[in-house]
């Protein structure tokens, strides 16, 4: 059983608030700037913004959780990259897709175009692809956006989703599109789809259903569960079933003779033929490993010692996951991004050492930089997808299982909180314990700053540093109706702790 979360260091190291600044930075940018962000010519494929925007989001949860106590410099991030996954250039690439089949299914058909339409439909892909991209398949958008909203939920306890819903507009060609989405009607589609299957899955292209896509799925469904106490995810294991008897190669007990003897996941299944594809790559393997661990952690710990063994090492002891050349030219991976999914894998695994390799290979070859604000992050493509990986294997505790119990968890929000605090100081660790809040926060030495505390009913005594504070007294403002705690402290040295008693 993995071990629970609730064991880890809830302090963040100085690479992890670079991360956090980072992510927040490339997060909080104008709706219409999207500076940072890597802009492949080919939207569909695997560097796409909608992949950037998610694995993002899922970091912030991921360092979110190490300062339970102080949650909004992560939830502001996350409502900025829920609105941005839904702005049109993220999804556009399938409106686009959608409207170029309806234009040539119109137009007077050759042989040869009679032909091109006989082998698509040979090769399991469907003649028709609505242009709204949560309406059927295309789960590598729809199921990403429903983790976001859901984990969005989960650390705010904010149901602005659900109440408003979330509106994807569109314009191409003078035509207006509008399609309108809450966070319950969206992940019982989704799930829904998973029942209708005859392979339990959904597909993620038209007629493909990738084992690393539909991982996200089953995390919208374990996260929609433990908000709404539903049972979406009990369709999960009806997919577990189908992976585990179809598309792993060699099956756990060598039973599958899929023709990708190197490989470990079969890379889609081809929903009209009825078969996997037998292609698989070191991307999808690793991807499709880490995040199924986050629901089936058995079938994942079975599995990982074949990935481990394909990891390369140099002559430092550093390790990496390899990409061919031909993959990085159509950008369906790069080494960066196949290394960064195998660190997330093999911390959720609690293979600290394997997970240092990685990371000390990801230090000496992915470009690592501070920016001008002190946001950290690796410069080689895609990398903004490539820095959140990292920073979420980081994020997760050592003896692993993080990801999966993060399905689970969620703050106290009845217990008092870190609600603002001024951008001079950072806040490292944020924690409430038997009645006691402690805070720790970093910055220049006799910076002045102000925070604010909420839920705060009959604070006794604050003590920061060396000194003790009265509620009420002229550094402590005490407003009893609003349960509210405002300070007004000044830094004695660079890092300093602040603890609050309750009666």
Known sequence: ?????????????????????????????????????????????NFGLRFQIAFMGYALYALARRTPAYRAPYAAALRDLIERMAQAETWAYWLNGARSLQARANLPKSRMQNAVEFVHTKMGTPGFIPPDPCQQGNIQYSAHLASLLGFYQMLTDDA???????????????????????????SRHLAAQM???????????????????????????????????????????RWAEWVEKKMLTGGLNNGLPLPAPNGLLSVAYMSELHLPLPVSFNLTDAWGLAFMAAWQPGMVGQIYPRLRRRLKADKQGQLHLGSLGPTESLEISTSALNTA???????????????????????????????????????????????????????????????????????????????????????????????????????????????RIENCANPEII?????????????????????????????????????????
């Open 463 to 503: 003590r920061f540093d060396q000194s003790e504070i009265r509620p009420g007294s002229p550094a402590a403002d005490y407003d009893p109706a609003e349960q509210t705690l405002s300070l007004n402290l000044r830094l004695a040295t660079g890092e300093s702790r602040l603890f609050c008693n309750w009666k």
């Open 341 to 451: 999914f195998a660190a997330v894998l093999a911390r959720e695994m609690g293979d600290t050492a394997t997970q240092a390799g990685l990371l000390a290979w990801a230090e000496s070859q992915l470009e690592p930089v501070s920016d001008p604000v002190g946001g950290y992050y690796y410069q080689a493509k895609p990398a903004p997808y490539v820095t959140a990986l990292l920073a979420i294997a980081e994020a997760l505790p050592a003896e692993g299982g993080g990801l999966y119990s993060l399905m689970s968890w969620r703050p106290d929000f009845a217990a008092p909180y870190l609600a603002e605090v001024s951008p001079e100081v950072e806040v490292s660790a944020a924690s409430y314990e038997a009645g006691v809040l402690e805070i720790e926060l970093r910055g220049q030495p006799g910076t002045a700053f102000r925070l």
């Open 160 to 186: 602005r989703y659900d109440r408003e819903g979330l509106y994807l507009r569109a314009e191409a060609d003078g035509e207006q599109f509008e399609f309108h989405y809450t966070h319950s009607s969206l």
């Open 1 to 45: 059983m993995p071990a629970s979360i609730e064991n880890v260091d809830n302090t963040l190291t100085a690479r992890e608030l670079g991360y956090l600044r980072y992510l927040r930075g490339m997060a909080l940018q104008p709706p219409d700037s999207w500076a940072g962000f890597y802009r492949t010519p080919s939207e569909g494929m």
């Open 195 to 237: 029942q209708e299957s005859h392979f339990g899955g959904v597909c993620c292209e038209p007629g493909r259903a990738y084992v690393a896509c539909n991982n996200h799925v089953c995390i919208s469904n374990l996260l929609y569960d433990r908000l709404h106490g539903t049972d979406l995810a009990q369709a999960n294991g």
